[in-house]
Nanobody
């Protein structure tokens, strides 16, 4: 099993920046990909960015050029640097870990951290 603990959300003005952190523990050797998803009120959870165990990254079109996902393998931590924030980025952000355990894929989620961008 994998446990995820997020931090770094908050309230920021439009155009500002925030950095989210997600620390993983447990069966971290089984994690193949980590990422961030967001869920705004009344909307479905959607992908923001992912980073694979090999370092490949993927971004939603809406955040390309503004957000950067990175990782510190020594700390088992993934970061989401969010720049040029817009009001539409307001959402709860969830950290995700996808792991392969005994030939089965599992998705683990953090508790979520609120990001609010004021215009």
């Amino acid at each position: 099993q994998v446990q995820l603990v997020e931090s770094g959300g908050g309230l920021v003005q439009a155009g500002g920046s925030l950095r989210l952190s997600c620390a993983a523990s447990g069966s971290i050797f089984s994690i193949k990909r980590m990422g961030w998803y967001c869920q705004a009120p009344g909307k479905q959870r959607e992908l923001v960015a992912t980073i694979s165990s090999g370092g490949s990254t993927n971004y939603a079109d809406s955040v390309k050029g503004r957000f950067t996902i990175s990782r510190d393998s020594a700390k088992n931590t993934v970061y989401l640097q969010m720049n040029s924030l817009k009001s539409e980025d307001t959402a709860v952000y969830y950290c995700n870990a996808r792991s392969l355990e005994q030939l089965q894929w599992y998705d683990y989620w953090g508790q979520g951290t609120q990001v609010a961008v004021s215009s």
